[in-house]
């Protein structure tokens, strides 16, 4: 069966220090790859997908970027963080095609200090 | 661009009570979802609607698409305190096959 894993579960950083959280799903080949950005009490915001190798599209002009060096690897990286790039960030996958739904890993809750 | 809007934002209900959560699109949609975060989880997949007027049963949910396909609903009858979570609608359009627009979400309290 298919398993999406995220890490860290939770971070601290300094305002000004660099960002990178790592994705990774078993079991499937080639996923759809998503990170989303979730506010305290919020909506999800999707801020980059990809449907392949290198393939990154960027959703929302920001601080962060991200990358699918591996077909099941997803990874979002920042060169200095904002106070603002605090948020529950979630990383998701689903099959190629328009009927599946989204599997969800467990989040890493960034704050920024 | 494709907006996704849903009410209400917050939901309190005693046990037992019936709840409701409404989703409308500003664009027709292909297909939409319905998903539950608990709190402190992750978003957690419910059911994938896709026909013109489906309407899907999962034990005491109810998810309903409207005729135009613009508009979901999803009804819990007599909650229970594990019903506690925020449920998004997710909507797909024609145009965006890989993309889901995400709704706003309904945090459903429910009081013992």
């Known amino acids: 069966s298919q398993t999406i894993h995220q890490w860290p579960a939770t971070l601290v950083q300094p305002v000004g220090s660099p960002l990178s959280l790592e994705c990774t799903v078993e079991?499937?080949?080639?996923?759809?790859l998503y990170w989303y950005r979730q506010a305290a009490g919020r909506g999800l915001q999707l801020l980059f997908y990809?449907?392949?190798?290198?393939?990154i599209s960027s959703e929302v002009p920001q601080n962060l970027s991200a990358s699918r060096p591996q077909d099941r690897q997803f990874i979002l990286s920042s060169k200095k963080l904002l106070l603002s790039d605090s948020g529950f960030y979630l990383c998701a996958w689903s099959p190629t095609g328009p009927n599946y739904g989204y599997t969800f890993g467990s989040g890493t809750r960034l704050t920024v200090v | 661009g494709q907006q996704v809007m849903q009410i209400p934002q917050y939901q309190h209900v005693q046990e037992g009570e019936d709840f409701t959560t409404y989703c409308n699109s500003s664009t027709t949609l292909s297909n939409i979802q319905w998903y539950k975060q608990r709190p402190g989880g992750h978003p957690v997949f419910l059911i994938q609607?896709?026909?013109?007027?489906e309407v899907k049963k999962q034990k005491r949910l109810t998810f309903q698409f409207g005729e135009a396909k613009k508009n979901s609903s999803l009804h819990i009858t007599a909650t229970q305190t594990t019903d506690v979570g925020t449920y998004f609608c997710?909507?797909?359009?024609?145009?965006?096959?890989?993309?889901?627009?995400f709704g706003s979400g309904t945090q459903l309290t429910v009081l013992p």
């Open positions: 990809s449907v392949g190798i290198g393939q």
């Open positions: 997710a909507g797909r359009t024609f145009g965006s096959a890989r993309q889901l627009t």
């Open positions: 079991g499937t080949s080639n996923p759809n």
């Open positions: 609607l896709v026909k013109s007027g």
